[in-house]
């Protein structure tokens, strides 16, 4: 079994994978001030409230866009487990070609989103990872990683919109009844779900348009789940993308 991490700025996807098959899927707070030790102590919550065993734990993996976080996440990881994670970064194994400018500047989390997705899409691909900021990865169809988009997430929107609007709340992220909203909380509802849907439909247009083919269109990250059943397009929701890209990439490195 395979302990693995996706370290993203506001959570910590902590899974556990066995035999190609999750078998518990949790989140932690991304808190930088939480010292190593008590991290370890959320991580044996963790495998006794979903029961795990520790011992079955074969080694660990973490992927991460929080560096002051890694290295505690590390000590904390090899405390509970006695195993050393492996982490995903410069000098490991992923076979992606990556055609940027700099590629050691792509974000851990794009670069695993890509390899779980070639390893089970047709490309070309486009890949959407909803979360602190969204993030659109794109890969062509000769399978090389040709760059992508980045803006502000839904949450980030919309604390940045309630709190220097004195007059507009703060929301939950569901979507009105109708497009065109009544009141103020439905209006700024619409703005997100509708907003976020259309601006996904319209990526995707210029995309395929700039790629001069249709792609295959993932959605994975905690918030796609909101936003995705409202998109005009057709797009396949991943919940597991981040986990499975992990795991792919730990076997490729670690040789099991």
Same mark, same amino acid.
Not at 39 to 54: E, P, R, S
Not at 86 to 106: C, S, Y
Not at 201 to 229: N, Y
């Given at each position: 079994?395979?302990?693995?991490?996706?370290?993203?700025?506001?959570?910590?996807?902590?899974?556990?994978?066995?035999?190609?098959?999750?078998?518990?899927?949790?989140?932690?707070?991304?808190?930088?001030?939480?010292?190593?030790?008590?991290?370890?102590? +959320? =991580?044996?919550?963790?495998?006794?409230?979903?029961?795990?065993?520790?011992?079955?734990?074969?080694?660990?993996?973490?992927?991460?866009?929080?560096?002051?976080?890694? +290295?505690?996440?590390?000590?904390?990881?090899?405390?509970?487990?006695?195993?050393?994670?492996?982490?995903?970064?410069?000098?490991?194994?992923?076979?992606?070609?990556?055609?940027?400018?700099?590629?050691?500047?792509?974000?851990?989390?794009?670069?695993?989103?890509?390899?779980?997705?070639?390893?089970?899409?047709?490309?070309?691909?486009?890949? =959407?990872?909803?979360?602190? !900021?969204?993030?659109?990865?794109?890969?062509?169809?000769?399978?090389?990683?040709?760059?992508?988009?980045?803006?502000?997430?839904?949450?980030?929107?919309?604390?940045?919109?309630?709190?220097? !609007?004195?007059?507009?709340?703060?929301?939950?992220?569901? !979507?009105?009844?109708?497009? *065109?909203?009544?009141?103020?909380?439905?209006?700024?509802?619409?703005?997100? *779900?509708?907003? +976020?849907? !259309?601006?996904?439909?319209?990526? *995707?247009?210029?995309?395929?348009?700039?790629?001069?083919?249709?792609?295959?269109?993932?959605?994975?990250?905690?918030?796609?789940?909101?936003?995705?059943?409202?998109?005009?397009?057709?797009?396949?929701?991943?919940?597991?993308?981040?986990?499975?890209?992990?795991?792919?990439?730990?076997?490729? +490195?670690?040789?099991?």
């Amino acid at each position: 079994m395979i302990l693995a991490l996706d370290v993203g700025n506001t959570n910590i996807v902590v899974g556990c994978i066995e035999d190609e098959k999750i078998v518990f899927e949790g989140r932690l707070a991304s808190d930088r001030e939480k010292t190593m030790d008590e991290y370890a102590i +959320n =991580f044996k919550i963790l495998f006794d409230i979903y029961k795990i065993d520790i011992e079955k734990v074969e080694g660990a993996i973490i992927s991460s866009v929080v560096p002051p976080l890694t +290295n505690n996440l590390k000590e904390a990881i090899y405390k509970v487990t006695g195993h050393r994670p492996l982490v995903v970064g410069p000098g490991i194994k992923t076979g992606l070609n990556i055609l940027m400018d700099n590629p050691g500047q792509l974000g851990a989390d794009l670069v695993v989103d890509a390899v779980a997705a070639l390893n089970e899409y047709q490309p070309p691909l486009i890949i =959407f990872d909803m979360g602190t !900021a969204t993030t659109c990865s794109v890969v062509d169809k000769n399978r090389n990683y040709i760059g992508g988009i980045i803006y502000p997430g839904m949450k980030v929107s919309e604390e940045a919109l309630s709190s220097r !609007a004195s007059q507009l709340p703060y929301i939950s992220f569901e !979507a009105p009844k109708r497009v *065109i909203g009544k009141n103020t909380v439905d209006c700024m509802k619409s703005g997100m *779900i509708h907003g +976020n849907a !259309a601006m996904i439909d319209g990526m *995707i247009d210029r995309i395929e348009e700039e790629l001069g083919q249709k792609a295959t269109v993932i959605a994975t990250g905690g918030l796609s789940k909101c936003v995705i059943p409202y998109c005009k397009r057709t797009i396949i929701y991943d919940n597991d993308l981040l986990l499975k890209g992990l795991l792919l990439l730990y076997k490729k +490195n670690i040789g099991n």
